[in-house]
């Protein structure tokens, strides 16, 4: 049993910057994967941003250049820091997992999201 807690989201002007953290806790042998993922009024969720075992990353070409994901692998936390925000960053943001937490058993856990809400 994975469980994913968000934070850092807020209301920010255009051209401002924020630090999302996702902190995971359970029974886990190991990390294959966290990402972020948002989704926004009327739209369906995307991915964002993932970090693999092994530290490679990912980008959606919408946030490119101005948010970077990060990992802290003693603390079990993944980190998107978005900077040059846009309105059309605006989502609720979701923190996913998939965790080793058996020999055999690959879990895929969710956070609850926080919101990010840009102002022009």
């Known amino acids: 049993q994975v469980q994913l807690v968000e934070s850092g989201g807020g209301l920010v002007q255009a051209g401002g910057s924020l630090r999302l953290s996702c902190a995971a806790s359970g029974t886990i042998f190991s990390i294959n994967y966290m990402g972020w993922y948002r989704q926004a009024p009327g739209k369906q969720r995307e991915l964002v941003a993932v970090?693999?075992?092994?530290?490679?990353?990912n980008y959606a070409d919408s946030v490119k250049d101005r948010f970077t994901i990060s990992r802290d692998s003693a603390k079990n936390t993944v980190y998107l820091q978005m900077n040059s925000l846009k309105p059309e960053d605006t989502a609720v943001y979701y923190c996913?997992?998939?965790?080793?937490?058996?020999?055999?058993?690959?879990?895929?856990?969710w956070g609850q999201g926080t919101q990010v809400t840009v102002s022009s």
């Open positions: 970090i693999t075992n092994g530290g490679s990353t």
């Open positions: 996913n997992a998939v965790t080793v937490t058996g020999e055999t058993r690959v879990s895929h856990s």
